[in-house]
């Protein structure tokens, strides 16, 4: 089976029962994979699909529909990333932290104390050197493993 649009999105749906007698079948991705439009990937019942979006697709996202039939549908479910959640206390800490970290080309995501983190924060994959980072200088971050909302994506950038 070849995927070749999105249907749409679980979490966008004007009416949430509007697949609620449907069993959903997953396709398990990490972060990194939502970028491609062109993939093979298993869903968790072992069948194969290829997924080949057009060049104007956006990335998926956790809740994607691929394939809707009788009983059954197929969905993107994304898999936790280990990130780490910078919380500065400062405006000073934050744009000190963010300007080192951007010297390092890092893929960060921002998000208000609306979110689901209660807080101001910029919330970036995981690496050892930025955690060293952070403990040196003591800016207050969590290790956690959550679903990102969009994935890490390197910025088109030349000096």
Same mark, same amino acid.
């Given at each position: ?7 749409? =999105? ?27 439009? $062109? ?9 194969? $699909? ?6 104007? /697709? ?6 994607? $529909? ?47 104390? /609306? ?21 040196? =200088? /003591? ?14 994506? &390197?910025?088109?950038?030349? &000096?």
């Amino acid at each position: 089976m070849i995927i070749d649009k999105v249907l749409g =999105n679980l979490h966008d749906l004007p009416d949430p029962e509007t697949y609620a007698g449907l069993h959903r079948e997953k396709v398990m991705l990490p972060s990194s994979q939502l970028v491609k439009r $062109i993939q093979r990937a298993t869903t968790d019942h072992g069948k194969e $699909i290829g997924i080949r979006l057009s060049a104007g /697709s956006g990335d998926l996202r956790d809740g994607d $529909i691929l394939h809707v039939e009788e009983a059954n549908m197929i969905v993107v479910s994304v898999l936790p990333t280990d990130v780490l959640v910078i919380a500065p206390r400062t405006i000073h800490e934050m744009g000190v932290t963010a300007h080192s970290l951007g010297n390092r080309h890092l893929q960060a995501q921002f998000f208000d104390a /609306s979110s689901e983190y209660g807080a101001d924060v910029m919330v970036c994959a995981y690496d050892h050197t930025v955690e060293d980072y952070l403990r040196h =200088n /003591s800016v207050p971050y969590t290790r956690q493993e959550r679903v990102m909302p969009v994935p890490f994506r &390197h910025a088109e950038h030349s &000096h």
